[in-house]
């Protein structure tokens, strides 16, 4: 007898079926008890009268792995619209010890510490498999519009031998003989691949040695990583971005409603036309709108980031911004000057819902003006040898971005914390389980 899940029990109406998954919860309550099992799909009810079933289950306790085989009934109220009666159960693995959380409740009362500390039981709570279910959904909508759109997918590596983007938040390795880092992004990687396939994505690991333990920090964290060439401006690449985020929100819609149900959720409200201003625009709107003066900034604080959401759900009716234009001073040496005013670089950063998911830019492209940023951000050109020679040999206009997978779970779906976005999350202090 194959196997059936429990999206497709309604189905099999008056047949004999085989379910197989956790016990989820069990009502022993006298003449009639039932049981709730918990498979990929989702919950199944089982209707229980045998004394003898009863009592294989009787003291076996919540995750235990069970076999069930029995007659299949549609019935409308019930979970998925069919339940199973006349069971005939058999205990395949037996949990050892209670769980030190409860699972099973409409919400987990516990602190983040206890949920990270017991991550491989409290993933099993459906509200908790709902956050990576929608994630997984949102990875494959941007692999599939990427594929869709002529990019090739690339897999560049996490060990380099140098700073991709300076600054001191590197993890340092012992590589054999030598120093090495963590990569910090993909960035240096994907950009040597556009002389390759001129369009390129992947979702990469990065990671960053973060000394803050906020809400918003982790110190490896997935980001989306995409890069164009031939492009005719920086806009490209921003309209690119904006036409990815609203692919995922239509996929979730269709793939997931059951999970936006169980997260009691609201998708974010991305209008046809997303509003695009500069950064100094951005700050002139927060002391206006706000009458907070911080104009005098090289960057967006947390508190401009929520301000500038504010407003903009206010004035455009949007959860997005594009924010471009930042000071050079702020981006990174490949970013490339404004023409109109090189004290401004062609760059972007995407704020949703009051935080930021998104950075890019068009890149400098001519072997010279990178060799004179590069000094200016007091780097050493030969630390960068192995990407700046590429530019020797001919490189289009092109530009891309790297998109935080956790942080635009997290702002999808309104999660306080972006370590919850994250399924085994490392930060200043955790590197377990």
Known sequence: MNRILSKDLKNHSGEDVLIKGHLFQKRIM???????????EGLIQVVLKDKNEIDKIESIMDESVLYITGKCIYDKRAINEAEIHDPKIEVVSKVKEPLKIEINKPEIHANLDTLFNNRAVVLRAPQKRAIFKIQSIMVQAFRDYA???GSTEIFPPTIVGTATEGGAELFEIKYYDKKAYLAQSAQLYKQIMVGVFEKVFGTAHSYRAEKFGTSRHMSEFIQYEWEMGFIESYMDIVNSAIDI?????????????????????ELPTLPKKIPVIKFREAQKLIKDKKGIDNTSEIDLSPMDEKMISEITKEEYQSDLIVITHFPRVKTAFYSM?????????????????????????????DYENLIESIKRKSLNPNDFE???????FGMPPEG???MGVERLTQQFLSIENVKEASLFPRDVKRITP
Do not use: A, H, V
Request: charged share 35%; aromatic share 10%.
């Open 30 to 40: 006298g003449k009639i008890n039932f049981l709730i099992i918990r498979d990929k």
């Open 245 to 265: 985020i609203k692919y995922m929100k239509k996929n979730i819609e269709e793939k997931c409603s059951d999970e936006i149900k169980l997260l009691n959720i």
């Open 386 to 392: 192995s990407y700046t020679e590429i530019f020797k």
């Open 400 to 402: 891309g971005f790297g």
């Open 337 to 365: 000057p404004d023409p109109e005013d090189e004290e401004y670089t062609l760059s972007f950063d995407f704020i949703l819902r009051g935080e930021e998911i998104l950075s890019g830019s068009q890149r400098i492209n």
């Open 147 to 149: 594929i869709e759109n």
